[in-house]
């Protein structure tokens, strides 16, 4: 067997120039996102989906399972479809009732733990679940839409494509929760499992899933079938507040580990001198794709629709450089990046993301580094000498802003006693600030900085004195081996947006659309072009910012 040959790589770029706030506010889906990940699986596996149970009035109420199998395990969804009174319709966590509720349930539930599942999984935070129970999920209809299909099916018609555009999606999900909450089961349980191990498999199998659920829910309240290129284009929308924004913070070898994949994609591809034809041919089709899906991105946020109109105008003129002969010229794609340098951030992380597309065979298997199986492995710091360097080296940014000026230590984080959600609060206006988590990292970096001595000793001595600046010094030893593993800003200055976390998050499950309502939440679609249940074998791998004539 021949030895074997790494691909080319250039140099990574900086994680001074990527781990910045608003950097990682502009990501958007690549073919190392999580959902793009199990599709290919999926499809691998010739996985098929059956519905097993469907056990629905007239109106769309009741229950419905659906069953899956691959990797030597099977799966199944519960989902339960209860009416929902106006007035208690809301995305917000405080909510008590929803239009939908879901179970993935660890192999095929009978019908005693069917009859479980309907009684416990609309009360989601209220019940108590069990280790058969790997992920609980709850949704809300977009009304206008759900029931505008409904009516043109009714009417022997298929809904307007215009709003099916506009809106995306047929249900939104309030929260997807994994990982034991509640009470369902550990990540542990399966995270060994073959199409499973990657970062929130589970998960993303589950809004996969209940995407199919949505269709054959309006299909049958409608009595009549959606044309499926109309279908293909109804994903799941997703609420999603603060609550998710610590996770890259508390996560940090897991969020080294996503930003290193993606950065070693564009290396590898960077790295290419010669573009063949069928490449060229192929990036500069996605290119006109990615300015169409950028056409049908609209929301109704004046500055952030205003953003994406000058993301639309500036990549329309930059694209229109990609052409054939200018792609045919050795090392044609560091120009790209390096004449998008000029350019505004969104149109970079933009760009990034198209020129992974044609090369599978140089990204996809990076998507099995993007796991965190082991835990953190920290290189030991030989004294307060070398702390004290790798604070200059990594952290240099975390030095320069003031702390005691109010503008830079404003916000605090903390965890809501009623609903136990991570919460943003006013340092001078609200209560509470003695229960803050410990998300201020840079603030503690600094004050470790400044109480080092003079003189070298060794960092458990040092911390005998100073124990306060554990976590600290934790977080200085984690970056010597895991470099992307910060985000370089200070996250309780007033300048801290936390949306820029949240796309970032949201980007890496294969999100777009991003609709924010605030600097503190949004909404987003998931699954849009994505393969229906029946399309694995022919297009599990082509929906990259998805529009309707791809």
Not at 450 to 473: G, I, K, M, N, Q
């Amino acid at each position: 067997m021949k030895d074997y040959v790494p691909p080319p790589e250039a140099p990574l770029r900086a994680p001074a120039q990527v781990m910045r706030l608003s950097r990682m506010g502009s990501m958007f889906p690549t073919r190392l996102s999580f959902l793009r990940t199990l599709m290919r699986f999926l499809a691998a596996e010739k996985a098929q989906v059956s519905r097993l149970v469907w056990a629905m009035c007239a109106r769309g109420y009741g229950h419905a399972v659906y069953s899956i199998s691959f990797g030597g395990h099977t799966y199944a969804l519960v989902a339960v479809s209860t009416e929902l009174a106006p007035q208690d319709r809301t995305d917000r966590v405080i909510a008590e009732a929803w239009d939908s509720s879901y179970v993935l349930y660890d192999g095929v539930p009978d019908a005693d733990e069917v009859a479980r599942i309907c009684a416990t999984a609309p009360l989601q935070e209220a019940a108590r679940f069990t280790e058969r129970d790997l992920v609980l999920s709850r949704a809300n209809k977009s009304v206008r839409l759900f029931q505008h299909v409904v009516e043109r099916l009714r009417a022997g018609q298929q809904p307007d494509r215009r709003m099916v555009d506009e809106i995306g999606y047929l249900m939104r999900t309030t929260a997807v929760y994994g990982n034991g909450k509640f009470g369902i089961a550990d990540r542990a349980c399966i995270d060994t499992r073959p199409g499973l191990q990657g970062p929130f498999m589970a998960e993303m199998l589950t809004v996969w899933l209940i995407r199919q659920f949505t269709h054959d829910l309006v299909e049958h309240v409608g009595q009549g079938r959606l044309d499926r290129d109309l279908k293909r284009h109804l994903g799941i929308g997703n609420s999603t507040g603060l609550g998710m924004a610590p996770f890259l913070v508390t996560h940090p070898v897991l969020l080294n580990n996503w930003m290193l994949a993606r950065e070693t994609a564009l290396a590898r591809v960077r790295a290419l001198r010669h573009l063949e034809p069928e490449r060229a041919t192929r990036l500069i089709a996605l290119a006109g794709r990615a300015g169409r899906h950028l056409a049908e991105w609209r929301v109704p946020d004046a500055a952030h629709q205003a953003r994406i109109d000058r993301l639309r105008a500036d990549w329309a003129a930059f694209a229109a450089a990609m052409t054939a002969e200018a792609l045919a010229k050795d090392g044609a794609l560091a120009r790209l990046v390096q004449a998008s340098a000029a350019q505004s951030e969104d149109l970079q992380e933009l760009l990034v993301a198209l020129m992974l597309e044609p090369f599978p065979e140089l990204v996809n298997g990076l998507a099995d580094c993007m796991a965190d199986p082991v835990g953190p492995l920290p290189d030991p710091l030989a004294d307060t000498g070398q702390l004290r360097e790798e604070i200059a080296r990594s952290f240099d940014w975390a030095l320069v802003p003031d702390y005691a000026d109010d503008a830079q230590c404003k916000q605090f984080w903390y965890v809501s006693a009623a609903k136990q959600e991570p919460r943003l609060g006013n340092r001078f206006a609200d209560s509470g600030a003695e229960l803050e988590s410990p998300l201020d990292i840079a603030r503690r970096i600094k004050a470790l900085f400044l109480d080092l001595p003079e003189w070298s000793e060794a960092v458990p001595a040092f911390l005998e004195r100073y124990p306060d600046h554990l976590l600290a010094v934790q977080r200085v030893a984690l970056t010597t081996r895991y470099p992307y593993a910060e985000i370089r800003d200070n996250l309780i200055g007033a300048g801290c947006r936390p949306i820029d976390m949240l796309r970032c998050k949201l980007a890496f499950f294969g999100a777009s659309k991003f609709d924010p309502k605030s600097d503190r939440w949004t909404r987003i679609t998931l699954c849009q072009g994505a393969p229906l249940a029946d399309e694995l074998d022919r297009r599990a791998d082509d929906w990259w910012l998805p529009v309707f004539d791809a």
